[in-house]
């Protein structure tokens, strides 16, 4: 769908569903940089690069507006001595900043304390122009990149964004494209990842790609949400350096759907669809095969410490409370002796693991 007839139309039920936790994202991840007791970043920056006009048709807030609702919430927080805040909205379309910078100013979002950066531009322009702010270490970032397709974003990109030293990055990827000629030659060359066996999970192959492009021995984090719309399957890849991101994305996800925290949509459901299910098979959840997988790691003592736990935890898309029932099982059964009940964040950050001993 072309961007322009993408927003004369009423948003969908998965746009809706993307730019929920888009919102949600943003409301958690403000308080931790405008509202701590010391500021410890003097800067606070929020890219929005493929803004669009900011609404759709019926009136509907899109990202950019949402952004400036969650700082308006904020407000007292933003009007602190020694902080700056900035909005930075960019778009291809000079039609759609003017539509912007009119919606703005109807829905009375011109607010105080916040500097507006607001300006036409592609993103292989506006991009290398931001890049001394996000990769300042004297700066907290995030960055919204809702492209139409993946040619813009380049792996380039991915590896400057996974090197920025306080830039949370959240950005939406289609699968279907993907999933139809991921394999050919003209998708290959913006993003040669293959094509899926189930054309649905392409944006899960891109990825394990982005993940690969994490450098040897750095602390990253890349984590997707799947979303159902009426073209197919499409994803959205959040990318974080520190664990607190992590936590607060995924915190947001299992908000956004209570059964896997993935997806808006039971997509364990529809991949068993897929196949034929013996009469007695026992459908599994995302949650069961977890535990079982923590509970084999502990007792094979594959997973030795607090912070592998957390870790373990962070890499299965899985709150680290969703340890706790395993945890609290192995203690009754007598099989691991330990104090504590949910690892916890400060052990993976500092090392500082709380004793754990498994007893069988």
């Known amino acids: 769908m072309a961007k322009k007839e ?4 009423p948003f969908d039920d998965g746009t809706l569903t993307k730019l929920a936790v888009f919102q949600l994202y943003v409301r958690s991840w403000l308080p931790v940089f405008v509202a701590r007791h010391k500021l410890h970043w003097r800067e606070v920056h929020l890219f929005d690069f493929f803004c669009g006009p900011g609404q759709d048709i019926e009136g509907t807030p ?8 969650e700082l308006k919430a904020q407000a007292t927080h933003l009007a602190r001595t020694g902080l700056s805040t900035y909005v930075h909205f960019y778009d291809g379309d000079k039609d759609s900043i003017s539509e912007l910078e009119k919606h703005i100013d109807s829905s009375g979002l011109r607010l105080p304390n916040v500097n507006y950066d607001i300006q036409p531009g592609k993103f292989g322009d506006t991009f290398p122009k931001a890049s001394r702010i996000l990769e300042s270490k004297n700066t ?9 397709g993946f040619k813009d974003v380049t792996e380039d990109a991915i590896r400057k964004l996974i090197l920025c030293p306080t830039t949370d990055v959240m950005f939406f990827i289609s699968s279907g494209l993907i999933g139809r000629m991921g394999d050919h030659p003209a998708i290959a060359k913006y993003l040669d990842v293959g094509k899926p066996e189930e054309s649905h999970k392409g944006h899960l192959l891109a990825l394990e790609h982005y993940r690969s492009l994490i450098p040897r021995g750095q602390r990253y ?3 997707p949400f799947s979303i159902k719309k009426p073209s197919g399957v499409h994803g959205l890849i959040f990318g974080t350096g520190h664990p607190l991101g992590a936590e607060k994305f995924l915190e947001v996800a299992w908000k956004e759907n209570e059964l896997n925290g993935e997806a808006n949509f039971d997509i364990h459901s529809d991949e068993e669809a897929s196949r034929q299910l013996d009469l007695f098979e026992k459908r599994t959840t995302k949650i069961e095969v977890f535990e079982d997988m923590l509970e084999t790691g502990l007792l094979d003592q594959s997973i030795k410490t607090e912070a592998g736990i957390y870790r373990f935890c962070i890499d299965s898309g899985m709150r ?3 340890a706790s029932s395993v945890l609290k099982k192995l203690k009754k059964e007598g099989k691991l002796e330990c104090r504590w009940q949910t690892p916890n964040i400060n052990s993976f950050l500092k090392g500082e693991n709380r004793s754990f001993k498994i007893t069988t």
């Open 140 to 148: 907290a970032c995030l960055v919204f990149l809702d492209q139409f």
């Open 221 to 223: 984090f890349f984590m």
């Open 320 to 322: 680290p409370q969703h």
């Open 6 to 9: 993408f927003h004369n139309k």
């Open 62 to 69: 899109g990202s950019p507006l949402l952004i400036l609702e």
